[in-house]
């Protein structure tokens, strides 16, 4: 892997998590001593995420059945840090419902996006090891009708803007192609 770092944005089914796999797939086969865990953001609220976190999981059994999976919905950047290791490639997947899980909690109070944005950058530059992230791109569209939907939609570029600071690379997908945007220099 000839990078520690890479975002990965994309609309919804555009190929994010497909190419983040591929990537644990290569790293995977590149050494036997390498390891590889997922930390999942999405929670199962109601029986459609319920199916499509279930449809996820047996997908990436499957295509990746050396990746282990860690759910965290919201300490994200804690779990980064304490999975980073030298030999082990952490996936995130993905940003975009982990930042819905601390601006739109079902029970308590939003927590702080900049907040929860600058202690994950500051967790990615501690990595240990490399990190791949994936997450949606959503301000392509119109512009929101609703205060609250403007609202995420901002709040995720700023968090979309940040994490690509901290990357080596950056990789949008469309229809399951690759478009690199940031690349080690």
Do not use: Y
């Amino acid at each position: 892997m000839p990078f520690e770092r890479e975002l990965i944005l994309g609309g919804q089914r555009s190929g994010k998590s497909r190419r983040a796999e591929m990537i644990a797939v290569g790293w995977l086969a590149a050494d036997p001593a390498h390891d590889a865990v997922l930390i999942a953001t999405g929670q199962p609220h109601d029986a459609e995420m319920r199916e499509r976190i279930a449809r996820h999981q047996a997908d990436r059994a499957v295509r990746v059945p050396g990746l282990r999976t860690v759910e965290e919905p919201r300490a994200l950047p804690a779990t980064v840090a304490a999975l980073s290791a030298p030999g082990t490639l952490v996936v995130v997947d993905c940003l975009t419902l982990w930042l819905t899980n601390l601006t739109m909690p079902l029970q308590g109070e939003p927590a702080d996006a900049g907040g929860a944005a600058a202690s994950l950058v500051a967790a990615l530059r501690d990595a240990r090891g490399p990190v791949v992230l994936v997450g949606n791109e959503i301000g392509l569209g119109v512009i929101p009708m609703g205060r609250e939907v403007r609202a995420f939609v901002d709040a995720l570029g700023q968090l979309n803007q940040a994490v690509a600071t901290a990357c080596d690379r950056v990789t949008l997908m469309a229809a399951g192609l690759p478009l690199t945007l940031k690349a080690p220099a």
